[in-house]
């Protein structure tokens, strides 16, 4: 995995991707943009790089572009899988030329470019970002542009993986609320990371929604009541307790950090769906869900 | 037993753990009729806190829970670990806790505490407790000669002065001064350390009454969470204490609770004069551990161990590392400070006779190496610390002593090289 990084422009020039541009890396690209099947791109790098961010918790991640947008998949250990959606409606540039473009590239390589000029929070000063990329067996090429400055990123791609298919549908729910994050943020950082298990219990009747957790020093429970003013959608039909690995958990914890809503789903064989409402910088929505393994069921 | 707490009581309760967490490791609660006490030891039994919440600061207070009549009270004992995480972040209690209900369930061994949060949100804690017998220090703080009682805040503000890492501290008190000092032996690695000195007037007390002149020696450390406590509720504080080797007594209380924390105190705390031998530095595991003991009274504790402090003592490095000097040179520096007459024992305490306000004074060793030169210290001592401000004025010394010289008022030294008092106190503050 490498991220090759060439090119430093001083021409002072801002608009980086209209075609008036005079750099010389910009008349470049515009050559080669026949080539791409895949060119995304944002006035605003973070855009992508936050949400990207929700779902880092192993190296590599598997990019699936469709003309609806660009969903990126992480999986650990076959029992827990984090998805991005990124819809097209967020870019300012989106052309893809194939039904499905898809790669595998190293994730965190991928971040340290997007965010290669430092990062900074000043206000009106963003990173824009057009990505690039040839199709199979080239790499991955970013433009990322901030006050004048040019850098070529160019990122290894490998062969994608198939992401596992939980099978999890709608039809097959059994218990589903939806919360706004704020009144989860707490209990989950709080979350005695001693206990192998984060308990989640769902149920028409009391305790309604309870996250328990079984460490050294003793049990702690976190109950939520179906009439909560932070409870935004409550449909649970039965009572359902599953145990999922506490490990499998705590990375949702960046995604549920980054969200304004969630929504918790459990189907007929325990199998956990996370899906947060994330709203990036310019307050658009995007998607970021968690399917997860149940560690063995309790009735 | 079964309390409840409701909004600021929490908040007070927590700050109470966390000032807890700072002398043991086990957390007693002993419900009694009088109310809720809880209690720390710290392992060397030489530091002991409790705080006693009168059954008036709870909305409900109760022994026995509901079903059980209210027998013999059942007196309990929690790792500290367990329970100070949830009383950890206050402000977040503050905002999001409406009420907190605490019970100790003896057929399960538990103790239940339960947040009720904003929103309808509840969390529940369950923490495993072990039976034990009640933990209860006896001291007769009305048998002290010495009895002070000072706003939080003074002392507070006294004790921000001294390094974090300090250990211990020295309190001297005779009936015209009030001095907190930071607690040296001779030894060869003494030199390591900044000495800080604060004075304070009686007046600046509530109540000051020394009937016996005393300096004792006690861990700062296990005393800062408690000052925290009484800062934040604005508590005067009263301080008994008699000779070295006494226990000193921090109290506070109020309406609905009293705070109390012992602290044992260094046997024999006299500083040795400048003819001590320089013996090998005694190794100690922690310091505390070599006071006398406190006569606390438990199930598992050894009670009533009086050692006598080592002659020598491990010391703190200053963060510098500075390089040592000497002792008998610094001994010998120190007592001439005070006693432009001739080596002393030093006493700094009787030594300075200050105006009536704040006296803070850092004595670095170097301070006075100009004057010294002549009595026959020959070593050559290092260059300790650099202050660029003066360079200037210390041109003409630099060969001899670049370094950071702070003096007392009354020591008028005539070194150009020293700077003035008000330039050191506003470097240093």
């Not at chain 1, 910009?26 to 949400?51: F, G, H, M, P």
């Not at chain 1, 300012?92 to 595998?104: A, L, P, R, W």
């Not at chain 2, 800062?224 to 204490?241: D, K, N």
């Not at chain 2, 520096?333 to 030594?351: F, I, K, M, R, W």
Request: aromatic share 8%.
């Amino acid at each position: 995995m490498v991220a090759k990084c060439c090119g430093f422009d001083f021409s002072g020039n801002e608009s980086f991707k209209t075609t008036e541009c005079t750099m010389p890396l910009s008349t470049q690209s515009q050559a080669d943009d026949e080539k791409y099947v895949l060119v995304a791109s944002l006035d605003n790098a973070r855009n992508l790089s936050n949400i990207l961010k929700a779902i880092t918790f192993k190296d590599h991640a598997i990019f699936n572009a469709t003309p609806n947008g660009l969903k990126v998949t992480v999986e650990d250990s076959k029992c827990l899988q984090a998805n991005a959606f990124i819809q097209a409606e967020i870019f300012q540039e989106y052309t893809i030329k194939e039904d499905v473009v898809g790669f595998q590239v190293n994730l965190t390589v991928l971040l340290d470019c997007l965010s290669i000029f430092g990062g900074s929070t000043l206000p009106g000063v963003s990173t824009a970002l057009r990505m690039c990329y040839r199709g199979y067996g080239y790499p991955l090429t970013l433009f990322l542009e901030e006050g004048g400055v040019v850098t070529v990123c160019k990122i290894n791609t490998q062969e994608p993986e198939e992401p596992i298919d939980f099978e999890f549908c709608s039809s097959n729910v059994i218990n589903k609320v939806i919360l706004q994050s704020e009144s989860l943020k707490e209990p989950f950082s709080e979350l005695d990371m001693s206990s192998e298990v984060l308990q989640i219990t769902m149920s028409p009747s009391q305790p309604y929604f309870r996250l328990s957790t079984f460490g050294n020093s003793g049990n702690a429970h976190y109950d939520f009541p179906k009439d909560s003013d932070m409870m935004e959608l409550f449909r649970c039909t039965k009572t359902q307790t599953n145990r999922y690995k506490m490990s499998l958990m705590k990375p949702s914890t960046k995604a549920l950090a980054l969200s304004c809503k969630v929504s918790v789903r459990t189907d007929s064989r325990g199998f956990l769906s996370l899906q947060y409402l994330v709203r990036n910088d310019d307050g658009q929505i995007c998607f970021v869900e968690y399917y997860c393994c149940p560690d063995e069921e309790v009735e | 037993m079964k309390c409840v707490l409701e909004g600021n009581g929490v908040k007070v309760f927590g700050k109470a753990v966390q000032a807890l967490s700072r002398i043991g490791e086990d957390l007693w609660l002993d419900p009694m009729v009088k109310g809720l006490a809880l209690r720390s030891v710290n392992a060397a039994h030489s530091a002991y806190a409790c705080f006693l919440f009168s059954p008036m600061f709870f909305q409900h207070y109760s022994l026995g829970s509901g079903s059980e009549p209210a027998r013999e009270t059942i007196k309990c004992k929690l790792v500290i670990k367990s329970v100070l995480p949830l009383f950890r972040c206050l402000t977040a209690i503050e905002r999001n806790v409406e009420r907190c209900q605490i019970t100790i369930s003896t057929p399960t061994d538990r103790v239940v505490i339960q947040f009720f949060c904003k929103y309808g949100i509840t969390k529940t804690y369950s923490l495993r407790f072990q039976e034990s017998e009640a933990l209860q220090a006896e001291f007769a703080s009305h048998l002290c000669p010495n009895v002070l009682k000072a706003p939080a805040r003074l002392l507070s503000d006294m004790v921000l002065h001294f390094p974090v890492s300090l250990e211990e501290i020295t309190l001297s008190a005779t009936p015209l001064r009030f001095t907190l000092r930071n607690y040296h032996e001779a030894g060869n690695d003494h030199m390591k350390t900044m000495y800080t000195e604060m004075s304070l007037h009686p007046d600046e007390f509530d109540f000051f009454q020394v009937g016996a002149d005393s300096d004792v020696t006690f861990c700062l450390k296990e005393l800062r969470g408690f000052l925290s406590f009484a800062e934040s509720h604005c508590l005067p504080v009263s301080v008994h204490f008699a000779a070295a080797g006494k226990p000193v007594c921090f109290s506070m209380e109020d309406m609905v609770l009293e705070a109390t924390v012992l602290l044992a105190t260094l046997m024999d705390s006299e500083n040795t004069g400048p003819s001590q031998p320089v013996g090998p530095p005694v190794p100690t595991s922690p310091r505390c551990a070599d006071v006398a003991a406190l006569p606390v009274v438990s199930h598992e504790g050894n009670s009533r161990e009086s050692q006598n402090a080592p002659a020598v003592m491990e010391l703190i490095p200053s963060s510098q590392g500075s390089p040592m000097i000497n002792p008998p040179a610094l001994r010998h520096l120190l007592s001439t400070a005070d006693d432009p007459h001739g080596p002393d024992v030093p006493d700094e305490a009787s030594a300075m006779a200050t105006p009536a306000s704040t006296m803070i004074c850092s004595l670095l060793f170097r301070a006075l190496a100009s004057e010294q030169d002549d009595d026959g210290c020959d070593v050559s001592l290092p260059v300790l610390a650099c202050y660029s401000d003066t360079e200037d004025e210390m041109e003409g010394d630099y060969t001899r002593s670049p370094s950071l010289l702070i003096s007392q008022r009354r020591l008028n030294l005539p070194s150009p090289g020293v700077n003035t008092w008000d330039s050191a106190r506003k470097r240093l503050f």
